[in-house]
């Protein structure tokens, strides 16, 4: 049993790595990487996955939910108020325009009213997964498209709990509707034989308790996870943070990827969101590549190759109606051409709820087993054609009609926060100035600190910190150092802060460091690493200390100014030749004695009588010479 | 009795020859505000609503400064800029200056001759000093004949005494109300003003 787990995760890793890099290579995206990585170990092709493709599939949906409890956390309550308009009515605008025309055609084509309602509703929903991968894959999310898709996906999410309800009304079900709730945890849960008003109860209870819990408990618990300082253990607490509102959810018989979304926002203001978000990043990745997978091995091609005509016109015909419905509501909605095409094309497909519905129709045989088939394939071909609309909106339809509205990109993103270009690791006393004077000049950063106590006091004083080992590529990338502009290091050790500089060398190239340094010593290694921008604890501190001592002696405050800018000069000039030098001791010795009496006899000139130092301008001396009595 | 605020601006006091002399026990003068612009201001960082309080406190403003590039020193460029704001000292409701007394004190190491057509500056004080004399204007402020020391380069420690006592002098008097601006508006130097002159005020 344990031989064939690892046999079959060596199968799908290997696809995995094999295949996805090169998809991305051709410029397909990783999500059409792993649909053709499943087509290929599928029973079509190298056949590795047979039959238990199915349960593949829905124990990967898991990483759906993992998706949208990570997209929760990126959503702050108030920035969910303010996509109202766009999920309640461009949500609710595409699920009853397409239950209805492709119930209305399932109708014509000779289906019973309610089987035909049934397929519309199964089909007018589109795949959460596909879309928001893609669209965060290709960084689109912050569009207004994007906004709009994520906005509709939303809807359809919710709507799920009501055509649940209507299902077993529409008579297609003698009351087994939690038979099969595998993927979204579909059905009635454990509660189905309760009185209704006990289960209406216990359903809020859990949904409030879920929002109670993660604005009082998890954040406790986090906080004694992460004093325990094992990394593994923090991993752990994430994952069982949405394991377990999947289990509850599925149990008052809600949708686990709508519980994670409310339990992804009610944790959006929290320090561990950042800390949570990368801790989850992986899993989640890899439960959807394996969805992805699954779904690619669930085509069955051969169906496709004795119908190839039908199969064809079937997924056209849908994807056609999808978007022209979506496509009118985009233009309602004000959505430019160019949003419009990518919130069109991108929802077209039928989501990953069709396969629950589709076995559930077919084991209470309200279509014949051959039908069932054929619209599965549709599902699954239709899934996959998404990736393949994207690109060829990308590559085809933007050059042709989206260059007129290019100024619409540049609009600031309606919901979902715009990245902030700063981030500031380790917020000691250091790390609290940099914060604060960013903060009042309009900077907001992302402040990274690993002492979750001093997190926990800086957040009750309003600041916005986030707990995290940020010399941790993960969490750097989850706090936005793909998109930021700069990061400010003032860790508690150089050490510290020298292997972060490394680690964004290597993986941020881009991010401009300015970087607090302790000694000498440490500089040195800080301008061998190539920082630019190094800022040395105490040294201007001291100069504008010592300054104040000479104002007091008498010296004219303007002239301590110049004093003290030439003094760093020359310092700054010495560090950089003894840096060069530092690891022979001799020479190092030498120069060290060099650089102070150099510094010395300037000084002393400074002090000269009427020397005034870079200011040869303002010295009368020689002009007293040449033209004085 | 008019009050007096003395704005003073000089990069290098310590290389500086007679702005070194004549300022010393200034600040001594009871009714005159001694402002030194360089040691409040070091880093060009100007308080301006300070400085605007201190304008509405006095009746005549002295700029007081070495003559640089026939210009004013940085720092007092930079005071006129930020402190003589639009909607303050000038403009429609910039009427806070109005009917004040402007008074530039001048220390130049030319002559008086090479001031002059022909001379190697070529122009007059007068005309090197017209943007503040126009500042002034737009202030609705009077802007007297400056008071104006020559030869900066080859004035021993003796004449420095004597330059001082008659700027401290005419400082006392302006401040008494002895000389009054209308007296100086004729003179081409404030400093034209004879000793006897003073004294038949007296």
């Known amino acids: 049993m344990a031989d064939s787990l690892l046999f079959d995760a060596m199968i799908y890793l290997s696809a995995a790595v094999v295949v996805v890099p090169l998809a991305q290579r051709l410029g397909l995206g990783s999500v059409l990487g792993y649909l053709i990585a499943g087509v290929i170990i599928g029973p079509f092709l190298l056949g590795f996955i047979g039959e238990e493709g199915d349960e593949l599939l829905h124990f990967a949906e898991f990483g759906v939910v993992m998706m949208l409890f990570l997209v929760g956390l990126e959503l702050e309550p108030r920035l969910l108020w303010r996509l109202r308009i766009p999920i309640l009515g461009m949500g609710g605008a595409q699920v009853v325009a397409s239950t209805l025309v492709i119930g209305g055609l399932a109708f014509f084509v000779g289906l019973h009213w309610n089987e035909a309602l049934a397929v519309g509703m199964t089909f007018a929903l589109s795949s959460t997964a596909i879309v928001l991968q893609t669209l965060n894959e290709k960084g689109l999310m912050k569009t207004a498209g994007g906004q709009s898709s994520f906005a509709v996906l939303l809807f359809q999410d919710i709507a799920v709990i009501p055509i649940l309800a209507l299902l077993p009304l529409l008579a297609l079900s003698h009351g087994g509707g939690g038979a099969d709730g595998g993927d979204h945890g579909h059905g009635g849960g454990a509660l189905e034989n309760l009185p209704a008003y006990l289960q209406t109860i216990l359903t809020l209870g859990a949904v409030a308790f879920v929002v109670l819990a993660g604005r009082y408990l998890v954040p406790k618990l986090m906080r004694v996870v992460a004093a325990t300082r094992q990394r593994e253990l923090l991993t752990g607490a994430a994952l069982l943070l949405v394991i377990a509102v999947a289990v509850l959810m599925t149990f008052v018989g809600l949708s686990p990827a709508l519980g994670a979304f409310v339990g992804g926002v009610v944790l959006a203001n929290s320090h561990y969101k950042h800390e949570l978000e990368s801790d989850l990043e992986p899993f989640k990745g890899l439960l959807l590549g394996l969805f992805f997978m699954a779904v690619g091995a669930s085509i069955d091609f051969k169906l496709v190759a004795e119908n190839p005509l039908l199969v064809l016109g079937l997924v056209l015909g849908l994807l056609f109606i999808k978007a022209s419905i979506l496509f009118i509501i985009g233009r309602s909605f004000k959505l430019g051409l160019d949003q419009n095409f990518l919130f069109s094309l991108g929802l077209a497909q039928t989501g990953e709820f069709a396969f629950v519905l589709l076995s559930f129709i077919k084991q209470e045989g309200i279509l014949p087993n051959e039908s069932v088939a054929l619209l599965l394939v549709i599902v699954a071909i239709s899934m996959a054609a998404t990736p393949l609309l994207m690109l060829f909106n990308e590559k085809v339809l933007q050059p042709k009609f989206g260059t007129l509205e290019r100024i619409e990109d540049n609009r600031p993103a309606d919901a979902i926060e715009d990245q902030r270009s700063v981030i500031v690791a380790g917020f000691g006393r250091f790390g609290a100035v940099v914060g604060r004077f960013l903060g009042a000049n309009g900077v907001q950063a992302t402040i990274l600190d690993n002492d979750s106590d001093r997190v926990e006091v800086l957040r009750k004083m309003g600041f916005e910190v986030y707990y995290g080992d940020a010399t941790r590529f993960d969490l750097l990338e989850s706090a936005g150092a793909a998109e930021a502009k700069a990061i400010i290091i003032g860790l508690a050790t150089p050490e510290e802060n020298l292997t972060l500089v490394e680690v964004v060398k290597k993986h941020f190239p881009h991010l401009q460091m300015v970087v607090r340094s302790f000694d000498y010593m440490d500089t040195y290694e800080l301008m061998d690493a190539g920082v630019l921008h190094i800022f040395r604890d105490t040294i201007r501190n001291g100069v504008a200390a010592a300054g104040e001592a000479l104002k007091l002696m008498g010296h004219r405050a303007y002239q301590v100014e110049h004093y003290a800018h030439r003094f760093l000069e020359h310092d700054t000039k010495a560090l950089r030749s003894l840096a060069a030098v530092r690891t022979d001791e001799q020479e190092y010795q030498n120069m060290v004695r060099t650089a102070v009496s150099d510094l010395e006899q300037q000084m002393r000139s400074d002090l000269g009588p009427y020397r005034t130092p870079q200011g040869a301008g303002w010295d009368s001396e020689s002009l007293v010479e040449e033209y004085g009595e | ?202």
């Not at chain 2, 360089?38 to 007081?64: C, G, K």
């Not at chain 2, 005419?170 to 404030?190: D, M």
Request: charged fraction near 15%; hydrophobic fraction near 35%.
């Open chain 2, 1 to 202: 009795m008019s009050n007096v605020l003395l704005i003073f601006a000089h990069p290098a006091l310590e290389s500086s020859r007679i702005n070194k002399v004549l300022i010393e026990g200034i600040d001594q003068i009871s009714g005159l505000h001694f402002h030194d612009l360089y040691q409040q201001y070091p880093d060009f960082y100007i308080n301006v609503q300070r400085e605007q309080e201190l304008l509405l406190q006095h009746d005549t403003i002295i700029w007081q400064h070495p003559l640089y590039w026939y210009s004013t020193p940085p720092l007092l460029k930079q005071w006129i800029d930020l402190t003589l704001e639009h909607g303050w000292a000038y403009g429609s409701r910039g009427v806070f200056l109005k009917g004040k007394k402007l008074l530039s004190v001048i220390t130049a190491g030319g002559s008086r001759k090479a001031y002059e057509t022909g001379g190697s500056n070529q122009y007059s004080i007068h005309e090197f000093l017209r943007p503040l004399e126009q500042t002034a204007n737009l202030c609705g402020m009077t802007y007297l004949p400056p008071y104006v020391i020559h030869n900066t380069h080859s004035i021993g420690k003796q004449d420095g005494r004597k330059i001082r006592e008659a700027y401290h002098h005419f400082l006392k008097g302006l401040i008494a109300g002895e000389i009054l601006p209308e007296e100086l508006s004729h003179l081409s130097y404030a400093n034209d003003l004879t000793p006897s002159q003073l004294l038949n005020n007296q």
